[in-house]
């Protein structure tokens, strides 16, 4: 199908901004799903307790194993020294099936999150169906589009190019956390299910579109002599990296895991990755706990709730500063510097004390903000890892989702620590314990059940002094266990060159033999 008229114009988008508009279609959808399905299920479909925690813990399992489950699933074939028929599977052909997946499990995701909002089941199956469903298709876009990030372009400067434009249609997608609370209403539920319906249908358009664009631009770059390469580097416009060879022999799911275990750099780096997954979870859950109990007083409820929508936003708006950072200092050094700066703001605090709202305000949302973002900068150390991968296992081709989902797979039970260890540090601090109250829930959300009354105002100066060593003292062990494992990590500077050029020299090496075959 061709192109023309007023939507011709759509075909001279840069790669970058077409691959940057997929993050758009996922965020529209996700920040959404975040703030309110608890509340759907729990105030709108009425979820009984047992069936709200049976779905809850079923979802955890599914998320947990379902990253490295695709991941082998999408890549184990490039873990393969056996031949292919044929001429072999191109850079091309590998970037091309990436780009057919996202167009089909775009749309689909976008389906899975329709089904939360019209009940089509008793409340307890459509709850556990729906997360598993939802989580499923959002961890097969998220893969592959992580994937793309690698396989599209090689250099540091083109990755971090690539990344400023999710990172700002990450943002614009994020807007629709604000949009949500002129629809929201439990009593009339029916607007904000025309709301959702609306989402839905522009995100899976929306991926239907970019994914038609970025596979005739990858098309186009293998018809065309001369034709600019589609990746910002130039990495798949003169050659092509052939999976296949003479070698015969396959790589199991056990031995590919021995050598993970041999990857040192993927060692230290996912040890750092579980803390800022932790840290980033911890934030997101006792957020609403810190401004309770800690700037209620000096703060009305809807500058709150403007705290709480804008965090959403900020780490998308900040990583826009961040990463011209990275293209001129390295990922590396931009990443230090955020854990250094997390530790002094910290200990600044811890010194300054519990007494100083405007400090307090300050803290809380930079704290978010900064982790937020630091967990987004992340990604493109990633993507070199999946090149010293290839590179130290002489691979045929980079297993990009495949180590996406294994980095997933070690950092995930972050989230799950975050409000256990969290709830248990506060109750050793002050002897208060949440479950013996009505959880603070985040704005937009529902109590869930009711629960024995608060504590007495006797216990509220102890609380108050618990949440504000919660929120100064654990950044700063975070940060000193960040710096001390970042320290050990050595992919960046010359060893980082030296990888990359490695891999451009393979691709050529193995170009240049299948030339000669």
């Not at 959403?312 to 011209?324: E, G, R, T």
């Not at 248990?424 to 601090?429: I, V």
Request: a neutral charge; hydrophobic letters at 50%.
């Amino acid at each position: 199908m061709e192109l023309g008229g007023p939507w011709a114009w759509l075909l001279g988008l840069p790669t970058a901004v077409v691959y940057g508009s997929l993050a758009l279609f996922v965020s529209v959808l996700h920040n959404v799903f975040l703030l309110y399905y608890v509340d759907t299920f729990v105030s709108v479909y009425k979820i009984n307790k047992a069936a709200f925690w049976v779905g809850e813990t079923v979802f955890l399992l599914w998320n947990s194993l379902n990253d490295p489950l695709f991941g082998w699933l999408s890549d184990r074939q490039f873990l393969s020294s056996q031949p292919w028929s044929g001429a072999g599977l191109s850079s091309r052909a590998v970037v091309l099936a990436r780009v057919r997946a996202l167009g089909w499990h775009g749309p689909l995701l976008a389906l899975s999150f329709l089904a939360f909002w019209v009940p089509w089941a008793p409340a307890g199956l459509q709850f556990l169906l729906c997360l598993c469903l939802y989580d499923g298709f959002l961890t097969l876009v998220d893969l592959h589009h992580h994937a793309l990030l690698a396989d599209l372009a090689l250099s540091a400067h083109d990755r971090t190019h690539l990344n400023f434009y999710c990172s700002l249609f990450s943002a614009a997608g994020s807007l629709s956390v604000f949009a949500s609370y002129a629809f929201w209403n439990k009593e009339d539920f029916s607007s904000f299910r025309a709301f959702c319906v609306a989402l839905a249908a522009c995100s899976g358009l929306g991926f239907v579109g970019a994914t038609r664009l970025l596979r005739r631009r990858v098309e186009a770059a293998g018809r065309e002599p001369g034709c600019p390469s589609l990746a910002v580097d130039g990495g798949l416009g003169e050659e092509e990296l052939l999976v296949g060879g003479k070698e015969a022999g396959s790589i199991t799911l056990s031995q590919y895991l021995r050598q993970l275990a041999r990857h040192r750099n993927f060692l230290w780096f996912v040890g750092m990755d579980l803390v800022q997954v932790f840290h980033c979870h911890f934030n997101s859950n006792f957020f609403p706990l810190f401004l309770e109990h800690l700037l209620s007083d000096h703060i009305s409820l809807s500058t709150g709730s403007f705290l709480l929508g804008i965090s959403y936003v900020a780490p998308h708006l900040n990583n826009l500063y961040f990463l011209p950072l990275c293209r001129r200092w390295g990922v590396y050094a931009v990443v230090r510097g955020l854990f250094l700066l997390k530790l002094g703001l910290s200990l600044l605090m811890l010194l300054a004390g519990p007494d100083h709202p405007g400090l307090l305000c300050l803290f809380i949302a930079s704290n978010r903000v900064f982790t937020e973002g630091t967990c987004k900068l992340l990604t493109l150390v990633v993507t070199d890892l999946v090149d010293e991968d290839l590179v130290l296992n002489h691979r045929k081709q980079a297993a990009s989702a495949l180590l996406f989902g294994m980095v997933a797979l070690v950092t995930k039970p972050g989230q799950t620590f975050a409000p256990l260890l969290g709830t248990w540090l506060l109750c050793f601090y002050t002897g208060h314990d949440l479950f013996q109250q009505p959880p603070l829930t985040p704005v937009g959300s529902a109590q869930p059940w009711p629960e024995p009354p608060a504590p007495p105002p006797a216990q509220a100066p102890a609380l108050r002094q618990g949440c504000f060593y919660l929120l100064v003292l654990v950044p700063i062990t975070c940060a000193l266990l960040q710096l001390f494992t970042w320290s050990q990590f050595t992919l960046h500077g010359r060893r980082l060159h030296m990888v990359k050029a490695q891999r451009q020299n393979l691709a050529r090496a193995q170009t240049l033999d299948v030339k000669t075959v």
